[in-house]
């Protein structure tokens, strides 16, 4: 079970890597493109297990990636995969939704002070286009104020990235800084009249940059704006819930939203998204149409249902916190001990890892690459996710080989 | 196996619909909200066997919608779920994406003489979204010429209900009439040097009205006119795909897409989308950024894969024709008997019926109902879809029920 790899790319990786060339757009696309960030991480993987994942040639790696946050409970979690297979025995994509949608509904709602409803989807970006459309259904609005940086979603109306996209996709769009609440009250200004959301992650976890807690201050600001403007208030949780707080990532602020997007982990790796909302915005989630061919399948309910059901016994957002946080102080005095300013931030459920004076990042990736290698896999400059299926002991194991990591950047 | 159910909607099921009206807006959304359609279908199922699917009662109705169309070789297929489950035993949303992928967009080139490329995603919006955006990458341009009433999908840039949409969402479509090519020639004028891509369904397959089939000369001058332009023309197959013709839809005719949006039937119901396209579009689909939690994940690339290796067998779209021909001619000889002018229009395998004369649907919610009180579930204005699990005696026995139906008319 630790073995680290012997060898950076297998042959079987190699191959999969020069056939993928020919079938696919660059060989990969989208966030796990590796080429975009590694030469030493695997682009394929064939397995996974508790807190651990198997490339294609055999190599398995302590995964601090957990499927890019998916994986809040380890791969396979037993409980989940019951249920995953006691669905799947009984049926998935039917002409209507499972009861598991009710039941499932309702416990989110229990779950969640600020929801009063439920609606499913597949993609995180199902979920945020869901959010923004219902308020400005709503409001009968335009604008939406939006985080400089931020990332809701990989589609024209909120793509970071300029190719394919119109100036009309993100016409109403107002931009502010996070964490300043003078620029989110100039940005409401901006919109006028015509400002139908304020659209706002638990955190700023852009990439290629440390991460920043949100200021309460500015938290309850933005509530207040929404108020004041009749806007409505949408937490982007896709990558945050579930893995903070479960009722919320903006909870422990006292600040609850109108409207929530949620993804990612809500069903340990199947394929589910969720909006849930206030009373308020019922009629307006209702008025929109928003659909999806496997928007109703019962067995990504069923997963969510089981996932939330373990969540809810109390132990796993605990265990997180307590090994990311033996995570963040092993990699701090491995830092000083090798001579290396570092940063951490974020919480420690989400770290993230860089070095000082690292501008163009070429130490972090050096050090993330020589991580994979060692049998680590860990990210250069996207937030990482521990899941509860990390012990204590396999912290020690990843500091173990993380602290080769360092000796290998000499 | 052949109980018709006894009630139209029983006690468990009014207890459901209770409960969602509480934690889901209108008690549903989408497409599956059957207060949209019926008095009498059921608003949940908890199960499925080949074509057959039973509600939280214990009813069981014959199945001719098979998830509105997903499931293409019945509910549970065998082969299918054998690969759903030796995937998941593995791992599905891991930090890389699966071998399988490179597998299956290999088959699928292999398959689809118009793809060179393939990429992956979940629903059927995500693959039209991606061909839009990569078509603009590629021209530079902006106009989308797309049909009058045809679906795409359910997101503000090509949403048919107006609740919560801008004007700049949709503000780059520019419309046609679907067969009527001078009005494309119209459209493509109105463009003028900004056309970037013309978006067209295999056939006309618009909700509450006749299914239209797809005029070849049509088929043939919408190339000449994505030639002669430079835009892309985009296949908009994920209704009709796999179950018409499993080279792409118009491949019959010798017109083939520069682009093709794939979903629904890809993995007998497991949540997959993708993209097709050709070399001259593969650095244009590599520039763009588009990706999603779910769109690595291996268990529905193990099902996809499965379910094409099936279809390529050869049997399940010819006997999807000859059951669809036989429930088509049934249908006709019951109508002429019972003394009603109904119209079916659209390929067999993707069946609907109207009633002459029936123009506020009253007649046809009223069949359809009878139908779903005998055991037969199918839709009053969407498309049915069948499936390969359907025998000649499933058709059989669908057809001594909806002679029934037509009975309960009087």
């Known amino acids: 079970m630790t073995t680290a790899p012997t060898t950076v790319l297998g042959d079987r990786e190699l191959a999969l890597r020069e056939r993928a060339r020919h079938v696919i757009p660059g060989g990969m696309y989208g966030h796990m493109n590796v080429a975009a960030f590694s030469t ?81 989807c597949k993609n995180g970006t199902d979920a945020t286009t869901t959010c ?18 931020a990332y809701h979603g990989a589609v024209p109306w909120c793509s970071l990235r300029g190719a394919g996209v119109t100036g009309e996709d993100q016409a109403h769009l107002v931009h502010y800084e996070y964490n300043d609440l003078a620029s989110a009250e100039q940005a409401a200004a901006e919109a006028g009249d015509d400002l139908a959301a304020i659209l706002v992650c638990p955190m700023r976890h852009d990439v290629r940059r440390d991460q920043e807690l949100v200021d309460p201050a500015f938290a309850r600001g933005l509530r207040a704006l929404a108020d004041r403007t009749g806007a409505a208030l949408i937490l982007d949780d896709v990558r945050c819930g579930h893995r903070l707080d479960l009722r919320g990532s903006w909870e422990p602020l006292g600040v609850r939203p109108d409207l929530t997007a949620w993804s990612k982990a809500l069903a340990n790796g199947q394929p589910l998204g969720a909006v849930t909302g206030t009373d308020a915005l019922r009629d307006a989630a209702r008025s929109i149409y928003v659909t999806g061919s496997f928007w109703y399948a019962a067995v990504p309910l069923a997963a969510g249902l089981a996932t939330l059901r373990e969540l809810r016994k109390g132990q796993a957002l605990p265990d997180m916190l307590r090994t990311g946080t033996r995570l963040r102080e092993g990699l701090a005095a491995q830092a000083t001990a090798h ?72």
């Open 132 to 149: 923004v459309t219902t308020a400005r259904a709503a409001t009968g609005k335009r604008k939406v104020l939006v985080a400089n940086g």
């Open 40 to 120: 030493a991480h695997p682009q394929f993987m064939v397995s996974g297990d508790g807190c651990r994942v198997t490339d294609a040639d055999g190599h398995e790696y302590l995964d601090l990636m957990c499927g890019w946050g998916p994986v809040v409970l380890g791969h396979r979690h037993r409980g989940v995969n019951t249920a995953i297979l006691d669905q799947l025995q009984r049926g998935d994509c039917l002409d209507g939704t499972s009861p598991l949608a009710v039941d499932y509904a309702e416990l989110l709602v229990d779950t969640v002070p600020s929801a009063d409803w439920a609606m499913f």
């Open 339 to 410: 001579g290396y300013g570092i940063r951490q931030t974020g919480p420690v459920q989400m770290p993230v890892l860089y070095f000082d004076g690292d501008d163009d990042l070429s130490v972090g990736t050096a050090w993330a690459e020589a991580a994979a290698k060692r049998g680590v896999y860990l990210h250069p400059w996207h937030n990482w996710f521990l899941s509860a299926a990390h012990t204590d002991a396999d912290i020690d194991e990843i500091l173990e080989r993380t602290d080769g990591a360092f000796t290998d950047l000499r």
